[in-house]
Nanobody, 119 residues
Framework: QVQVVESGGGLVQPGGSLRLSCAASGSIFGLYAMGWYRQALGNERELVARIISGGGSPMYADSVKGRFTISRDNAKKTVYLQMNSLKPEDTAVYYC????????????WGQGTQVTVSS
């Protein structure tokens, strides 16, 4: 079983910054893609950023390009999301996805962390 634990969410004023962290643990024999999704009130869950292992450029939603940066530390099995120049429309529950292999490759999800950008 894989456990996914997020931290770093909270309340921030417009223009501020937050750094989200997501650490995976368990009997993991391989780490693959890791990413962040968000779901605002009344909206569907959407991709924010995703990063793969073994090469390739990170993917970002158009709405966050130039403001958010995703990175990963494979030794720590951790993915980060640095969020700068936050806007009220960034308010959402942010979910971490970890694609890992135990017997096969599948996605594991964190519990979600609330990010609120208030004016």
């Amino acid at each position: 079983q894989v456990q996914v634990v997020e931290s770093g969410g909270g309340l921030v004023q417009p223009g501020g910054s937050l750094r989200l962290s997501c650490a995976a643990s368990g009997s993991i024999f391989g780490l693959y893609a890791m990413g962040w999704y968000r779901q605002a009130l009344g909206n569907e869950r959407e991709l924010v950023a995703r990063i793969i292992s073994g090469g390739g450029s990170p993917m970002y939603a158009d709405s966050v390009k130039g403001r958010f940066t995703i990175s990963r530390d494979n030794a720590k099995k951790t993915v980060y999301l640095q969020m700068n120049s936050l806007k009220p429309e960034d308010t959402a529950v942010y979910y971490c996805e970890v694609q890992a292999r135990i017997y096969d490759i599948r996605s594991y999800w964190g519990q979600g962390t609330q990010v609120t950008v208030s004016s």
